[in-house]
């Protein structure tokens, strides 16, 4: 698995963990979706994401869009 794939599947598993929780928990836990969906968008302009950094220094190996 690339770092690609791995933060589109980090994300979903976010997007998917914030409306669990915010249906049966708070709705508080809305704002998360709207931190992922902020985050993809902004790396999706400038390139730089943090998730793709961390799992880089783990080890694995990178894909084509966080190079």
Same mark, same amino acid.
Do not use: H
């Given at each position: 698995?690339?770092?690609?794939?791995? &933060?589109?599947?980090?994300?979903? @598993?976010?997007?998917?963990?914030?409306?669990?929780? =915010?249906?049966? &928990?708070?709705?508080?836990?809305?704002?998360?979706? @709207?931190? $992922? +969906?902020?985050?993809?968008?902004?790396?999706? $302009?400038? =390139?730089?994401?943090? @998730?793709?950094?961390?799992? !880089? !220094?783990? +080890?694995? !190996?990178?894909?084509?869009?966080?190079?």
């Amino acid at each position: 698995m690339t770092v690609d794939r791995a &933060v589109m599947m980090f994300a979903g @598993a976010m997007v998917l963990l914030s409306l669990a929780l =915010g249906y049966y &928990v708070s709705p508080y836990w809305y704002l998360l979706n @709207a931190f $992922v +969906g902020l985050n993809l968008m902004q790396a999706s $302009v400038t =390139g730089f994401c943090p @998730a793709a950094i961390i799992l !880089k !220094k783990l +080890g694995m !190996k990178p894909g084509v869009a966080f190079s």
